[in-house]
């Protein structure tokens, strides 16, 4: 179907009334031009024009090509709107979208596809018979379409179907999917649903196994509070096969599921499935740094579970505490997307618990869920607040949109009640509520942050919208012991000071910009040393006094000291490019480090420079998100027997705690130096003290959900840097909004 043959069809007229998304003016403006896509030519020279200037990606105007060939292989006449959208939904999924929703799209072209891009290059003129003419922008060109006219040319199309046809697109409602991740959607939905229906052994309230669970529940939490969302979280995952738990930072998500691992284990015996076995289960996270982060905090919430009061004979050994990537359980291989484990070689496992779920993509979810044994549970923990993965998908968003309401329906308040002996507040009830609600639970109390903690009040600001002046006047003074925001009393700083002035707090942390210098507070009845910068590591690596002949274990316990004293503070930015991103502060505070005299050299390979991985290496055993030091160590002599020293890098070795492996630089491949790292990489991660640099300008990056992450990484200390006062209030009213069909059709879409 051509397009002008739309605008002389009495039907697509019919249909095509003034879209209620899309101004009568704007169109009419965008009329007065030539159409881009009167032709299927122009179309194709305007896709390529934005792919030279880098608006959209060669592999998006590739796409377009394929459903252009796909059509003419069918003996159908290509639209230019289609291959218009399509390119356009490939784009979206290089953005972390699973899917184009045309209805947002039409109505906010340019905010929904963040295009022309921040840092736009000029596109040259598009129409040749008109050398004047600007290269029309998406927004431009989608401002002469309307929502029906689009549905009327997808569904027209051999390319599209509506998923039962294996179509490179697929439209679901006003959704437009990549074939590929409606798939993974699909597959998804699918699996949760499932095990939501699947029924449960402990859905009776007066079973012996929920007795049982019961039992287990009041020795496990012994709170004196009218609601305990632990225990309530606790009782409702334990009844379902798939349950969710979310809550912030220091909400107790570890410790929720460490409990309600025990409880499992202790109604094990009378699921008539196992016959008295125990469950297998398995822990799991998306990085290396989030699995080893929950390695960490496990072991000792484990070692304090009170099992010898539990029902059900449980002991130690029922409860794992090693957590393993996602990549490593499902068995990745080199230079395929297939894993090991799947559909016909499921994972032996009854329960599977995934933290840090915020991060994983709907590739991998999909890839999790293909491995997992039909009646396997699946628990997802994290915190929904945070960035959605870098890859498509918001899974946790999604799953997660109607957590802080609960929406808990009569029947499951009376379980809970028969079950926890608690009631379950009245704002959280709903008559209406859907299956995926029941499922779905939120910690409400941070039992890491004090009442007073600033980053626990600044978080909560940004996350619920009240970051108000008063928040911000206590920020600056600063009012609070644990956050400052460093030059929050200059409105529009210089940028070339502000950058020198990140720099120096890189060095010293700057403790005495926060109150009382930084000294005299006490966390958990122990003293807080004040914040650092990277000097401290740097001259404990400066400093070491080892020498050649030194032993190995001891050279190990050093590089662990340093990794661990690298951990005390990092820098972090919302943008990746130019003076204020990664790139730009990693050169810049390296150089000044080096001026400091405390690194040898601030360029290649140098002793000190810390670095991060920055895609999966399954030859090394690394992964992404690791982080490892360049140390100069001795190795070997050379032809006169002095001790020769090479540079290695010393990453934690995630197989046994404690030990470190050495790596050549010359073998590592992906990776960035990390004296500032991208708020998004930081995901997963936690810092004694972390420091927030926000750049002079609002970009699309800058949202609410990037700085709530940005701040929550921090687990004492929290500084602020803009380079302009503004953008911080600017980026917390942004959001990131992921196109999805999963809440919509889970039916908690709200
Ligand atoms: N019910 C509780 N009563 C007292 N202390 C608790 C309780 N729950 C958790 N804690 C303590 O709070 C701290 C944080 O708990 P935990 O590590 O379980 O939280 P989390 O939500 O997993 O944290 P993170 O944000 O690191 O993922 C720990 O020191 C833990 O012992």
């Known amino acids: 179907m051509s397009r002008t043959r739309h605008s002389d069809n009495q039907f697509a007229l019919d249909l095509g009334e003034d879209s209620p998304m899309t101004g009568q003016s704007e169109q009419n403006m965008a009329m007065e031009k030539p159409d881009p896509l009167a032709s299927l030519a122009d179309t194709e020279a305007l896709l390529q024009h934005w792919q030279q200037a880098d608006w959209i990606r060669p592999l998006d105007t590739g796409f377009a090509r394929l459903i252009r060939d796909l059509s003419q292989e069918q003996g159908e006449k290509p639209e230019p709107l289609v291959l218009l959208l399509a390119a356009l939904t490939s784009h979206q999924v ?3 979208h699973v899917c184009i929703d045309l209805a947002i799209l039409l109505n906010e072209s340019n905010h929904t596809l963040s295009l022309p891009p921040e840092d736009a290059r000029a596109v040259p003129p598009v129409m040749s018979e008109e050398p004047d003419s ?8 989608l401002a002469r379409t309307t929502l029906p006219e689009c549905l009327v040319a997808l569904n027209a199309s051999q390319a599209v179907s509506a998923g039962e046809l294996s179509t490179p697109l697929v439209l679901n409602d006003a959704r437009l999917y990549l074939r590929r991740f409606w798939r993974y959607e699909q597959q998804i939905a699918g699996a949760i649903e499932t095990r939501l229906a699947l029924p449960s052994a402990l859905a009776d309230p007066g079973s012996d196994a929920t007795d049982t669970l019961s039992q287990a529940l009041a020795t496990l939490f012994q709170s004196s509070e009218p609601v305990d969302y632990q225990k ?11 349950s969710v738990i979310t809550g912030g930072p220091g909400t107790g998500k570890t410790t929720t599921v460490v409990n309600l691992l025990a409880a499992l284990q202790a109604v094990a015996g009378e699921d008539p499935e196992r016959a008295g076995r125990k469950y297998r289960i398995r822990l799991a996270a998306p990085t290396g740094k989030a699995a080893a982060r929950l390695n960490e905090s496990i072991g000792g919430a484990v070692r304090r579970l009170p099992l010898d009061q539990l029902p059900g004979q449980v002991v130690l050994d029922d409860i794992p505490t090693k957590v393993t990537t996602l990549h490593r359980l499902l068995g990745s291989r080199p230079d395929t997307r297939q894993f090991r484990n799947n559909r016909d070689n499921p994972l032996l496992v009854d329960i599977l618990v995934i933290d840090e779920a915020s991060m994983v993509d709907v590739d991998l979810m999909a890839s999790v869920v293909d491995a997992l044994p039909e009646r396997a549970q699946l628990i997802l923990l994290g915190d929904k607040d945070q960035l959605a993965s870098v890859d498509a998908g918001a899974i946790l968003g999604e799953l997660c949109q109607r957590a802080a309401d609960a929406h808990y329906t009569p029947e499951t308040a009376d379980w809970l009640r028969a079950v926890t002996s608690m009631a379950v507040p009245a704002d959280l009830l709903d008559d209406q509520g859907q299956p995926l609600d029941q499922a779905v639970a939120m910690l409400r109390k941070s039992y890491r942050f004090q009442e007073e903690s600033g980053i626990r009040q600044l978080a909560e600001a940004v996350n619920t919208n009240t970051l108000d002046a008063d928040m ?5 003074q600063p009012a609070f012991d644990d956050v400052v925001w460093l030059n929050g009393h200059t409105p529009r700083p210089d940028a070339e000071a502000t950058l020198a002035q990140i720099c120096q707090h890189a060095v010293t942390g700057t403790p005495n910009a926060f109150a009382n210098q930084g000294e005299d507070r006490v966390i958990h009845n122990r003293p807080l040393p004040p914040p650092v910068g990277y000097r401290q590591y740097l001259e404990l690596m400066n400093n070491h006094g080892l020498c050649a002949d030194s032993p190995r274990a001891e050279w190990d316990a050093l590089a662990v000291g340093v990794l661990e004293a690298f951990n005390d503070f990092q820098v972090l930015c919302a943008l990746r490019k130019g003076p204020w ?3 730009g502060l990693n050169d810049r505070i390296a150089r000044h480090l080096l001026a400091e005299k405390l690194l040898p050299r601030a360029e290649g390979w140098y002793a000190g420079r810390p670095v991060l991985i920055t895609g999966n290496d399954y030859n090394l055993g690394l992964m992404n998100g690791d982080i490892g030091i360049t140390f100069s160590v001795p190795w070997g002599q050379d032809d006169n027997g002095e001790p020769t020293f090479v540079l290695r890098v010393a990453f934690p070795d995630s197989d046994s705690p404690g030990g470190i492996r050495w790596i050549s630089p010359s073998r590592l491949q992906q990776l960035e130096t ?9 995901q997963g991660s936690e810092f004694n003290h972390t420091c927030l640099v926000l750049p002079d300008r609002l970009s699309p990056v800058l949202t609410k959900e990037l700085v709530y992450t940005g701040i929550t990484r921090a687990k004492n200390w929290f500084s602020l840097i803009t380079g302009d006062a503004q953008v911080l209030g600017e980026a917390v009213n942004q959001r990131v909004v992921r196109a999805s069909g999963l809440g919509i059709r889970l039916g908690t879409n709200d």
């Open 94 to 96: 290089g953005r972390g």
């Open 134 to 141: 600007e290269t029309p922008t998406p927004g431009e060109v």
């Open 232 to 242: 309530l979280a606790c009782a409702l995952a334990a009844r379902q096969r798939f």
């Open 472 to 476: 911000l006047a206590r920020i600056r």
């Open 581 to 583: 991103g990664v790139e």
């Open 674 to 682: 990390v004296f500032a790292m991208t708020v998004h990489k930081s």
